[in-house]
C-alpha cells in the first residue's frame, strides 16, 4: 500500500533561518510521483512541484529546495532564510501512474506545520 | 479564467438531511478529484473521475456519490449526512499535460 509519512507535526522557526521539512514515502511502485503542497492560513491549497521517480535531480527554486533519494524513499524540502509569508501547513503527497501516465490519486502526509516568527 | 470554483464556502447540515456540493472547472480539466481535510489526517481522496462519464472510489468514498456527465462540472452528493462528515472538501482538477492538481477553495461542512 501507498503512504506518505511527514513526522513533524509542527516547527517553529527564526525569520531567516533555514528550515528542512521530510517527507517518506512507501509505495511498490516503480513509477510514482512525489508533490509538495503548501496551504497557507487563508487555507487554499498551493501546488509548488512535482517530481517523477526516474528524476532523481535536486531542484531549487528561489529559497525553495528539494532534496529526491530513491534509497531512503525521501522527498525533503528546505527554505532557505525562511520569512514570515512561508508560514503554513505543508504537505507531501504520492501518486501512482495509471491510465497511460495520468496521476489521478494522490496519497497525503499528514502535514507539517510551520511557524516563521518575525 | 476562474480555475476551479466550488460552492457553498460554509454549509450547516442537520444528520440526516442529503447535499450536493458543487464543482466546476473552466479549464477543460480531464481528471477531477474530491477530497476531504480533516484535523490530523491531512487530505483523503473520496472520489475521483478521468472523464465525463468516468468514476471511481478513492480511500473513503462511503456516504458519497459522484457523477460526471460534462468535462466542466463534478458534484459531490451527500445521501443522509452524518456529524462524522464534518470536514473541509476540496475539489481538485487536472489537465493531462499539466504537472500538478489546481484545488478550490474548499468547502467547511458541518454537520450537527
Known amino acids: 500500500a501507498q503512504k506518505v509519512t511527514q513526522a513533524q507535526t509542527e516547527i517553529s522557526v527564526v525569520e531567516k533561518e533555514d528550515v528542512t521539512l521530510d517527507c517518506v514515502y512507501e509505495?511498490?511502485?516503480?513509477?510514482?510521483?512525489l508533490f509538495w503542497y503548501k496551504q497557507p492560513p487563508s487555507g487554499e491549497l498551493v501546488f509548488l512541484i512535482r517530481r517523477n521517480s526516474f528524476d532523481e535531480q535536486n531542484e531549487i527554486s528561489g529559497r525553495y529546495s528539494w532534496n529526491f533519494q530513491k534509497s531512503t524513499s525521501s522527498f525533503n524540502f528546505t527554505i532557505t532564510a525562511s520569512q514570515v509569508v512561508d508560514s503554513a501547513v505543508y504537505f507531501c503527497a504520492l501518486s501512482e501512474e495509471s491510465y497511460g501516465g495520468a496521476t489521478n490519486k494522490l496519497i497525503f502526509g499528514t502535514g507539517t506545520l510551520l511557524a516563521v516568527q518575525p | 479564467n476562474a480555475g476551479v470554483t466550488q460552492t457553498p464556502k460554509f454549509q450547516v447540515l442537520k444528520t440526516g438531511q442529503s447535499m450536493t456540493l458543487q464543482c466546476a472547472q473552466d479549464?477543460?480539466?480531464?481528471?477531477m478529484s474530491w477530497y476531504r481535510q480533516d484535523p490530523g489526517m491531512g487530505l483523503r481522496l473520496i472520489h475521483y473521475?478521468?472523464?465525463?462519464?468516468?468514476?471511481d472510489q478513492g480511500e473513503v468514498p462511503n456516504g458519497y456519490n459522484v457523477s460526471r456527465s460534462t468535462t466542466e462540472d463534478f458534484p459531490l452528493r451527500l445521501l443522509s449526512a452524518a456529524p462524522s462528515q464534518t470536514s473541509v472538501y476540496f475539489c481538485a482538477s487536472r489537465g493531462a499535460s499539466d504537472y500538478g492538481y489546481t484545488f478550490g477553495s474548499g468547502t467547511r461542512l458541518t454537520v450537527v
Open positions: 479549464m477543460n480539466h480531464e481528471y
Open positions: 473521475s478521468v472523464g465525463a462519464g468516468i468514476t
Open positions: 509505495t511498490r511502485d516503480t513509477t510514482y510521483y
